[in-house]
């Protein structure tokens, strides 16, 4: 709590799982409602009437939001809010905050682990290790593919791009960018479509956020032009690729090697990707560490405890930027 003891007098709404930490903390400050599932059909009438903010991790629709009428604000847990309908919540009202900055740093170094691993096949090596082979068969073979001498592409230059590029950096690789706009300040070399990117590099580090403007921009003409000695690396939303695309390219050679830490419809992950020995996959793990998901989980309330103490959001997304608190 920031200017009072004991509990807001505030119904907030949880649905399904939720991180521990921010349930605990929820539980302390406010009067927690939980929920199986965001579904509207599940909403009783005494959730209608008294109900104020959602803590969720995602899949807030127009249609749960329309289900509670006395609802402020849906504080979403992670940068990415691609399943929450804001534009939709800033028409009703409704303000939407997210957790930027705080896992910056986390789901960079996921990327350039990720990034590495799917070069040099570290997976396959230590496993190569664990089974006995080493010591049965020799040696593990040598990789393919190395970091040196490549040139590096960054769609979606936010503050996770730009905390990908510095890492990049270190390894003394030129980088480029593609992004809706060119980002003013920034000397790395801005290419205004996605294809022209991917055509003047041969690795592709996809931070991109999740949306109708970005799905499947990761498709087989994009894939084609980054080339058979292509690595594709996916840290940002399943939905931005082509999957059964990149599945083909994967086996026919069109590019050389992937690493997907994303899916389109996770858990499930297509089978043609599981096939593939030259694709790293991992199960969504980018901000995952106790360290990180813990300062998710309190900026996440801290939002709330902000907005109904304060009347304010700490990080607001931009389509509610301009949402007052009701009076």
């Not at 504080?75 to 929450?84: I, L, N, R």
């Not at 801005?190 to 956020?209: N, Q, R, S």
């Not at 694709?279 to 939002?303: E, F, I, K, Q, Y």
Request: hydrophobic letters at 45%; aromatic letters at 6%.
């Amino acid at each position: 709590m920031t200017r009072a003891e004991g509990k807001l007098p505030v119904a907030i709404l949880v649905p399904g799982d939720f991180n521990d930490h921010a349930v605990g903390r929820i539980d302390k400050a406010f009067k927690p409602v939980r929920i199986e599932r965001a579904d509207p059909a599940l909403v009783t009438d005494e959730m209608r009437a008294t109900v104020r903010g959602i803590a969720s991790y995602a899949g807030i629709s127009a249609a749960m939001i329309d289900a509670l009428p006395n609802l402020e604000i849906i504080a979403s847990f992670g940068v990415g809010y691609d399943s929450v309908d804001a534009n939709y919540a800033a028409k009703r009202g409704v303000m939407v905050t997210n957790t930027p900055d705080v896992l910056t740093e986390e789901v960079a170094d996921t990327a350039i682990g990720l990034l590495i691993n799917t070069v040099r096949e570290l997976y396959a090596a230590e496993k190569w290790l664990r089974d006995g082979d080493w010591v049965e068969k020799g040696n593990y073979r040598l990789s393919r593919l190395t970091l040196r001498g490549r040139s590096v592409g960054i769609f979606g230059m936010g503050r996770i791009g730009r905390a990908v590029a510095r890492r990049i950096e270190a390894f003394g690789l030129p980088i480029a960018y593609h992004n809706r706009r060119k980002v003013e300040g920034l000397a790395y070399e801005y290419h205004a479509t996605l294809k022209g990117l991917a055509e003047a590099v041969d690795t592709l580090i996809c931070i991109a956020p999740g949306g109708a403007s970005t799905e499947k921009a990761i498709d087989a003409a994009v894939l084609s032009a980054l080339g058979s000695n292509g690595v594709f690396i996916n840290i940002g939303r399943g939905s931005t690729v082509d999957e059964a695309a990149l599945a083909g390219a994967l086996k026919g050679g069109a590019i050389a090697a992937a690493g997907l830490d994303v899916f389109a419809d996770e858990p499930n992950v297509p089978q043609a990707l599981l096939d593939s020995p030259n694709a790293s996959l991992l199960p969504h793990v980018g901000s995952a560490s106790v360290h990180t998901r813990r300062a998710m989980a309190d900026l996440c309330v801290d939002n709330l405890v902000a907005w109904f103490t304060d009347r304010r959001p700490l990080t607001p997304v931009p389509e509610t930027i301009n949402v007052k608190a009701r009076s």
